[in-house]
């Protein structure tokens, strides 16, 4: 089976045993006894386990595969496949949270930002694309020396100018910055590594313009 998609249809908290899904085609409700029917689900950078489908409900056990138990926003990405076909990914997964990385052929799933005032969890790996239909005033926390060497990568698929506050934390090569301003341009982001407990800009911007730190 390869991996198909969908998106939630409702916001999963912290601690829920059910997920919401616009479309459950693909997803079954397994026969552990026999092995089969199993699906696992990756919501953002969360893998679940299906226990249970009804309709498009989908009862999960959390935070599967060593990845951190999250919430998840109305919208959010959800990749559907069997275990085998996430053993890349489980791998990457892994390995995005230590110091260091080797990379061979990568699929990194988006993880959706739709809210007004997102929150990205500070210092850990990830490719962050805003869908939010008006402004996304994010955050974004001091990361810490475990992080060291992690990349996230945020970016907008909507013509908004989205604003990341990292209080003294963006650096672009002469003096820590507090604010990024995304141009109201589809294609507008950035880049950041953590080097020495600082974000610092890899990239930034696109053909639609650039990102301004102040």
């Known amino acids: 089976m390869a991996i198909t998609a969908t998106t939630l249809s409702a ?12 479309s459950a085609t693909g997803i079954t409700a397994p026969n552990f006894t026999a092995g089969t029917g199993i699906t696992w689900l990756l919501v953002d950078q969360e893998f679940m386990l ?3 489908v009804s309709g498009t409900v989908i009862n999960v056990l959390r935070g599967q595969n ?25 791998e990457w997964l892994g390995s995005s949270m230590t110091v260091k990385q080797t990379e061979g052929a990568i699929n990194w799933p988006a993880i959706f930002l739709s809210g007004s005032a997102d929150a ?6 990830g490719f962050y694309v805003v869908k939010t239909a008006g402004v996304d005033a994010m955050t974004l ?19 908004n100018a989205h604003t990341l506050t990292a209080t003294s934390l963006l650096a672009n090569g002469t003096a820590l910055k507090t604010t990024a301003t995304f141009p109201a341009f589809r294609g507008a982001g950035l880049t950041l590594r953590v080097c020495n407990l600082v974000y ?12 301004v730190l102040t």
Do not use: K, R, Y
């Open 66 to 90: 060593g990845t951190g138990q999250a919430a998840h926003v109305n919208g959010a990405q959800v990749q559907i496949g069997l275990p085998g076909d996430f053993a890349a990914i489980g």
């Open 120 to 125: 990205i969890p500070a210092g850990v790996a």
């Open 11 to 22: 916001a999963c908290g912290l601690t829920d045993l059910t997920v919401t899904v616009a």
């Open 50 to 52: 299906v226990m249970g």
């Open 200 to 211: 610092h800009v890899m990239s930034n911007g696109a053909s639609a313009g650039v990102v």
């Open 141 to 159: 926390a001091a990361p810490t020396a475990a992080q060291e060497g992690n990349i996230i990568q945020i970016w907008s698929d909507t013509t």
